[in-house]
Nanobody, 123 residues
Framework: QVQLVESGGGSVQAGGSLRLSCATS????????MGWFRQAPGKEREGVARIRVGGSYTVYADSVKGRFTISQDNAKKTVYLQMNSLKAEDTAGYYC????????????????WGQGTQVTVSS
């Protein structure tokens, strides 16, 4: 019954910005973890950022620190990923995911996934 819908992807030039959104369906858990992952063709899915919904704990991959910011709107059950200073290597499909805890950064630590939204950065 858990659903996630991503939006906000698109094509942008290097140095530009995008904001991704992930809206959830009704969720029975009072607190949980929401994360953003990305995957380019032929590559492994990697964690970008995660946030403890119902708390304030956030974690970022080293490759995006200082450029990306994850945030939440509890009333809307939505998380955002603000992406600034985008680089060509940021090009990938971006996926939102939900997990029970917020300790691990691997895809196996998350239980439900959205369909993804494409981000393309041109240099």
């Amino acid at each position: 019954q858990v659903q996630l819908v991503e939006s906000g992807g698109g094509s942008v030039q290097a140095g530009g910005s995008l904001r991704l959104s992930c809206a959830t369906s009704v969720y029975t858990r009072s607190s949980y973890c929401m994360g953003w992952f990305r995957q380019a063709p032929g590559k492994e899915r990697e964690g970008v950022a995660r946030i403890r919904v119902g708390g304030s704990y956030t974690v970022y991959a080293d490759s995006v620190k200082g450029r990306f910011t994850i945030s939440q709107d509890n009333a809307k059950k939505t998380v955002y990923l603000q992406m600034n200073s985008l680089k060509a290597e940021d090009t990938a499909g971006y996926y939102c995911a939900i997990g029970t805890w917020c300790v691990g950064s691997g895809p196996g630590d998350f239980d439900y996934w959205g369909q993804g939204t494409q981000v393309t950065v041109s240099s």
